[in-house]
């Protein structure tokens, strides 16, 4: 198995690592750098729960190379709350309880965020078809839902 | 037992019955959730499992010498070779010894995907590679997934030893069945299909295993510990004394079932760490997951018929159920105890005619799905109830409240021994009726209808039951299989330190979906007065803990917080003793209020928890002398309201007596073209007792019904005739997506239980256990259809609609 060297900038923090060809995206985050908030469902990508943004936009790492982000910049959920505070979206989660058993979570909150940063101000319908893309076997999505319109409000006024 | 005594609930409650956010949270928003792929050691190996590519055959040879020439494998474990390392897995089925179970095939393959070899590398990818270099030779038996055939003189045998396909069969009839059936005006039958569809959590199994051979000590780390009382029986197949087995737990990635008392995972892991003497991490893929997870939900056939007067007043229901159970039967026939809990539903009935066949077959086998059970038994009966109403042409909600058991009526027993404890059917349908709308609906039905519309609605009433007694796993038989175990303990141990903190020990599976953290925290802090987020909730492993079942039955928000009452009394008793001397008083004149004791008369004169922790931990020596230094207790909470089965098993006893009730109205339109239905408005009103924290139970309410819509709609593990899995991945397996899943109105009514703490009642599983009801009834009434066989896919509703069309 052939091995490649790549650069990566993943959280604001510039890395360098030498992968296996095979080695997926999922895989070299949580085993490689220990970023285990990124979770693997499916390995298919059918489930979602492996999102990261890759230049803003979700990805399912579980389907990409870690060679193929080579000179990439990654964000993944230990992004959000680098400190004390949490993030406003998972501030909104938690008041909601858009979340059960957690595992889908940090996929969700990526894939809420690329939604609100695309669109401040989505309505309830845009929220909900936004998020279809990930799988939550838990919440039936409705706490979700209210959860990334509440964060949205909350961001906009943070930004107004 | 008798009754137990009616309990008065406090009136006025400080934290439970609010919702604040859940304990569990910050941990699953950061990324921190400590799921067991998370858990990695030094020096670790990690597994993979080939499986088998037929449904039924013998296995003729294994050839693993390509696989072990592979740089990085450590060891291989075939079905060759398993039981020199395993006893067979923990099993309480009916006849163990003839259906035998162990952690791979042995002899032949009995499904497809059922473990052939396992093998051990320094990665979980090498260990693939190396997996798919085994060589099995097969011998192809004749496949074996349909159960009727299964039945049938000349079907092949899916366990030699058992000399037929059925491990179980048993009628039970519970009152005078024959007797309301002839005093019947009216009697509909029907034939009804519950299609087989599981959990499917999002995590799927996982352990990691480590054996110290200088102790002798196997340690696991899992996502899956339940049943700690049991955990004897794993040692045993592990071959480790009881007392050096230590599961860990972890919190868990959703299980609603699926991770049920699943060791098979563990197992596998705990082998290999012991033949390689390194850390072994087993965590099982998708496929794993789908093909060999041991947790299918129930796959059943029934006939079933329905006897009522001619003006609506039902009167005996007689079951014939076939269960597909698939190639083991690990939990006997306890899914169908599930179904008995509550056979009779809200409703006033005499009698219950139940004849259970249990068939094996060459599909994975079935465990545990939100419902357990229960779930399917609604399902017929309000699919029955539906049929009698359009016989009977009566309004599907009139039919149902007419029958309801009344206030006054409880506590209720149904005919086949279990106990209601408490209801208020018609407060929680006056709420539905409100909450949906139900006859503007009926009104704009009609009105949508004019414009070509297919509009249906549906209702549903239902129960569910909580707190399972373990009765239920035996009073099957004539004999238990092995004792007549009765209760399923649920264990805390609550330390007041020296300043005054309170940390909560608990005893099963971490968090697993459920909220344990949170509802700990909210009866500690109501019993203690602290504040919940100032509660630390810790989790032991199993050597050094105490009995514990775990999540299951929609059980253990009530049977933690016994424990937690219990266990808080004891605090409060030690502590008002030390109280009483730190402010020379008599121990009868303290009253406990806001957190500390207080002379009576006197509020001023009080010493807070923390004051007398403090005391408790530090000055021993100037307290009296029987207090020891600390301020700790612990309790067991046993079963609280259980009674024995009859030797006739005419009657069941009391199993499962705290009993939930829930109506749901459903507006659907479907397309008759391509069979899609779309959701137009969703209520759901609950009654489970007290609730501790109203947006949890909201999120298990719409959580569990958007399951039961997959399980109506799309979801089954589809075998084929030649016991192919046509469904191994989420590309085939489909869950609801949001766009899929309605918006819930969710309304509470709440009658506490006289007889848990606060009157709490389960609420865990209660979407899934009656959103199938009322969306079958929404698109039979849209289309004209009755749906009879689940799921009801868009390509047989279209069939349905079909077949009416041609009359």
């Known amino acids: 198995m052939s091995t490649h060297d790549i650069t990566v900038t993943i959280n604001g923090a510039t890395t360098s690592a030498s992968v296996e060809a095979r080695r997926s995206l999922a895989d070299f985050l949580r085993h490689d750098l220990g970023l285990v908030g990124t979770h693997i469902g499916c390995e298919q990508g059918a489930c979602g729960a492996c999102t990261v943004l890759i230049g803003g936009r979700s990805v399912r790492s579980c389907i990409m190379f870690a060679v193929q982000a080579d000179g990439a910049e990654i964000q993944t959920v230990e992004s959000l709350a680098p400190g004390a505070d949490m993030h406003p979206l998972q501030e909104a989660f938690r008041r909601h309880q858009g979340l059960q058993c957690g595992f889908c979570t940090p996929g969700m909150l990526l894939r809420s965020l690329e939604l609100i940063n695309d669109n401040p101000d989505l309505t309830a319908e845009e929220a909900r078809e936004g998020i279809s893309s990930n799988m939550c076997r838990c919440t039936g999505y409705q706490y979700i839902v209210d959860a990334v319109l509440d964060a949205a409000a909350e961001m906009r006024a943070e930004e107004g | ?807």
């Not at chain 2, 009995?110 to 396992?118: I, K, S």
């Not at chain 2, 009566?394 to 029958?403: G, H, L, Q, S």
């Not at chain 2, 979407?767 to 390509?795: K, Q």
């Open chain 2, 1 to 807: 037992m008798t009754v137990p005594e009616v309990r008065q609930h406090p009136e006025h409650l400080e934290w439970v019955g609010k919702s604040i956010p859940r304990v569990e949270d910050p941990k699953f928003l950061r990324g921190r959730g400590n799921y067991i792929d998370d858990y990695e050691v030094p020096n670790m190996l990690e597994v993979a499992v080939a499986r088998s590519t037929m449904a039924h055959a013998k296995i003729l040879s294994i050839d693993t010498s390509a696989a072990e020439a592979v740089p990085g494998v450590v060891a291989i474990v075939t079905s060759e070779n398993v039981t020199d390392h395993v006893n067979p897995m923990p099993d309480f089925g009916p006849s163990p010894d003839k259906h035998t179970w162990y952690c791979l095939a042995v002899d032949k393959v009995r499904y497809m995907g059922e473990g052939v070899a396992v093998v051990a590398a320094t990665s979980r990818a090498v260990a693939e590679d190396a997996a798919e270099l085994i060589e099995v030779e097969y011998e192809p038996l004749e496949p074996l997934t349909d159960m009727l055939e299964a039945l049938e003189d000349d079907a092949p045998l899916v366990h030699e030893a058992l000399e037929s396909n059925v491990p179980f069969h048993r009628k039970f009839a519970f009152g005078d069945v024959d007797g309301d059936f002839a005093a019947a005006d009216v009697i509909v039958r029907d034939t009804l299909w519950w299609g087989r569809s599981g959990g499917q959590p999002l995590e799927t199994v996982g352990a990691v295993a480590d054996y110290d051979a200088a102790t002798g000590m196997m340690t696991i780390h899992v996502n899956s510990m339940s049943f700690t009382h049991f955990l004897f029986l794993l040692a045993n197949t592990l071959r480790v004394p009881s007392n050096k087995l230590d599961l860990q737990p972890h919190p868990s990635g959703g299980s609603f079932g699926a991770k049920f008392f699943e060791v098979k995972t563990a197992t596998i892991a705990a082998m290999m760490a012991r033949i390689t003497g390194r850390p072994v991490k087993f965590m099982q893929d998708r496929l794993d997951n789908i093909a060999n997870g041991d947790h299918h939900g129930s796959d059943r056939y029934y006939e079933v018929e329905l006897a009522a007067k001619a003006d609506g007043t039902l009167l005996s229901t007689r079951y014939k159920v076939v269960d597909n159970y698939g190639a083991y039967i690990q939990f006997g026939v306890g899914q169908h105890g599930n179904s008995l809990a509550q056979a009779v539903g809200p409703y006033r009935m005499s009698s219950i005619g139940y004849d259970l066949t249990a068939v094996l077959t060459n599909k994975c086998q079935q465990g545990a799905y939100r419902g357990f059970g229960s779930e399917v038994g609604n399902w017929i009966l309000e699919r029955m109830v539906d049929l009698m109403a359009a016989e009977l042409d009566m309004d599907p909600f009139e039919i149902r409240r007419m029958n309801f058991i009344q206030p006054d009526q409880f506590p209720y027993f149904i005919p086949t021994g279990n106990c209601y404890d408490s209801g208020d059917y018609e407060a929680v349908h006056q709420k539905t009726l409100e909450l949906s709308d139900y006859k503007g609906w009926r009104k704009r039905q009609a009105e949508m209808r004019a414009e070509g519309r297919h509009i249906g609605i549906g209702v549903c009433t239902c129960q569910e039951r909580s707190v399972f007694s373990a009765t239920e796993f035996w009073f099957w038989f004539d004999e238990p299989v092995a004792a007549p175990v009765t209760s399923a303990p649920e264990s805390v141990t609550l330390k007041v330190d020296a300043m005054g903190a309170v940390t909560a020990t608990l005893y099963s599976n971490a968090s697993w979906g459920n909220s344990p953290e949170t509802m700990v925290a909210q009866f500690v802090a109501e019993e203690l007065g602290v504040a919940p987020d100032d509660v630390s909730v810790v989790y032991a492993g199993s050597n050094q803990g105490m009995p514990a079942t775990g999540p299951g039955g929609s059980r253990f928000t009530i049977m933690v917080g016994g424990a937690v009452e219990v266990a808080s009394q004891r605090i409060r008793t030690k502590a008002a003793k030390i109280a009483a001397h730190l402010l020379e008083a008599n121990e009868d004149d303290l009253v406990w209020e806001s957190g500390g004791f207080a002379v009576r008369g006197s509020p001023d004169q009080r010493k807070e928890l923390a004051e007398i922790a403090l005391a408790a931990h530090m000055f021993k020596h100037s307290l009296p002398e029987e207090i020891e230094t600390g301020l700790e207790a612990s309790h067991v909470q046993d079963h609280p309201y259980t009674t024995m089965p009859n030797p006739e098993r005419t009657n069941l006893g009391v199993f499962y007596p705290f009993v939930g009730h829930a109506s749901h109205v459903v507006v659907v339109e479907v397309d008759p073209e391509t069979g899609r239905v779309e959701f137009l408005d969703y209520t759901a009103v609950h009654d489970c007792g007290t609730v501790v924290n109203p947006r949890s139970v909201g999120g298990q309410v719409i959580g569990g019904t958007v399951q039961g819509l997959g399980s109506t709609l799309y979801e089954e593990f589809l075998y084929d005739e030649d016991g192919v899995l046509r469904t191994p991945s989420f590309a085939e397996y489909l869950i609801p997506s949001a766009m899929d899943s309605p918006t819930l109105r969710v309304g509470h009514n709440e009658t506490p239980s006289p007889y848990t703490p606060y009157g709490v009642k389960g609420g865990g599983e209660a979407g899934r256990m009656m959103a199938p009801s009322a969306i079958c009834a929404a698109i039979d009434d849209a289309v004209g259809i009755r749906i009879r066989r689940l799921p009801a896919t868009p390509e047989r509703i279209v069939e349905m609609i079909d077949a009416a069309a041609d009359g």
